[in-house]
């Protein structure tokens, strides 16, 4: 996190001035001359033999730790409202970076006439790598994002079976042999079939979020056979179907596969700024799918 | 946060060499076959295109490849990461 020490002087300055902004009569009364009348003058007097002089020292003394206090609180309660800002700021500043950074790499791809499958793939593990870190500090939690792509079988049908095209690379050893070779179908994951539902009922909302997967009594996961007890690794989903934000009459779209982000915490999405940033990522992934498709055919 | 649930009702209406054209199902209760066709062509589809499992496989085997070149970029960058937070006790 980078501190901005001139505005940190700013803020101690405010908490200086603020500490003042008292109203006068208020400081007098309740400060000044409530402890000069009612404690020190007596008091003083019967104790120390304090004379008039020393008794108003001594309040204004007391004033001052009063005013020190009071500014001490103020100062405290700016800068936690500053590194706060400071904190919000760098988390979503971050994430604008990060996109810009993934987006940059997709770009390059699209704009590369003799581009290789190599510059494909590295793109779309630029995409996962990014998300993750976006995922992780947003969510405060482990995040894992990957990306499912639909494969050509001898019998399509609703069991049409998505392949992981690639994830981030700390999560990688998710990918074991069996979760390979599990039949991961549209119908059997409870994610896949709800976007492509909403999809289909041309919902504005196209993602699908479960903040409690492993408690939820309707949920399905081809991946849960993988696992030990077949309990998942995590605890709340974020899937949004790889499609393009617009399409030509905004009822029939085309769908390249899922982009899938999940946390090892329950409750980790909430339903606004997660998922906006999740269907512009899959927007832009569309592209580039969209093109390797159309090369590949071509090319054929 | 509530838990989103949907029973999905959609099914193949088409399907290419390289792609499968779902849509809803509606249901028949009541509507007349001239209706039925009216409602049907105006639902929205989603085309689901596929790759072939070898250019898949193809795909995979370049992704483990570049995963040696992404693994020592991040590691290089937790270790200075980790070495600066512990040095200034942050």
């Known amino acids: ?300 | 946060m509530a838990v989103t649930k949907i029973q999905p009702r959609f099914e193949i209406k088409e399907q290419t060499e390289e792609s499968v054209v779902y849509q809803r199902v509606i249901s028949l209760k009541g509507r007349k076959p001239k209706e039925v066709e009216k409602i049907v062509n105006e639902l929205p589809t989603a085309t689901i295109h596929t790759i072939t499992m070898e250019e898949y496989e193809k795909l995979k085997s370049i992704e483990a490849r570049l995963v040696n070149e992404f693994e020592n970029k991040e590691r290089t960058t937790l270790n200075f990461k980790r070495a600066f937070f512990s040095f200034f006790e942050l």
């Open chain 1, 1 to 300: 996190m980078e501190i901005n020490s001139k505005q940190l002087l700013k803020v101690l300055l405010k908490a200086f001035t603020s500490a003042f902004k008292w109203n006068i009569g208020k400081w007098f009364i309740s400060v000044g001359l409530g402890i000069l009348t009612s404690v020190i003058i007596p008091f003083g007097k019967e104790v120390w033999k304090w004379d008039y002089i020393t008794a108003i020292k001594y309040s204004a003394y007391a004033f001052g730790a009063f005013y020190l206090f009071r500014f001490i609180a103020i100062a405290i309660k700016e800068s936690i409202k500053y590194f706060h800002s400071i904190y919000k700021e760098s988390v979503y500043g971050d994430a604008i970076i990060l996109l810009k950074q993934s987006f940059a790499e997709a770009h390059y791809y699209r704009k590369t006439p003799e581009f290789q499958d190599e510059d494909f793939m590295r793109s779309m593990m630029v995409f996962c790598n990014n998300l993750k870190i976006i995922y992780d500090k947003i969510t405060k939690s482990n995040c894992s994002v990957s990306i499912k792509v639909p494969i050509k079988d001898a019998k399509v049908s609703e069991h049409t079976v998505l392949k992981n095209l690639t994830r981030n690379t700390e999560n990688s050893a998710r990918d074991t042999k069996k979760y390979q070779e599990t039949q991961h179908t549209i119908i059997g994951n409870s994610a896949f079939s709800n976007c492509l539902d909403r999809v289909l009922k041309n919902n504005p909302e196209k993602f699908y979020i479960n903040n409690d997967v492993n408690n939820e009594k309707n949920y399905r996961n081809t991946s849960k056979e993988c696992y030990d007890n077949q309990e998942l690794p995590y605890h709340s989903e974020l899937v949004h179907p790889i499609i393009p934000l617009k399409s030509k009459d905004n009822i029939n779209y085309d769908c390249h596969g899922f982009i899938c982000v999940d946390s090892d915490k329950p409750n980790s999405f909430e339903s606004k700024y997660l998922p906006a940033i999740l269907e512009g990522v899959a927007d832009g992934i569309y592209d580039i799918i969209e093109q390797l498709n159309s090369e590949t055919n071509g090319s054929n």
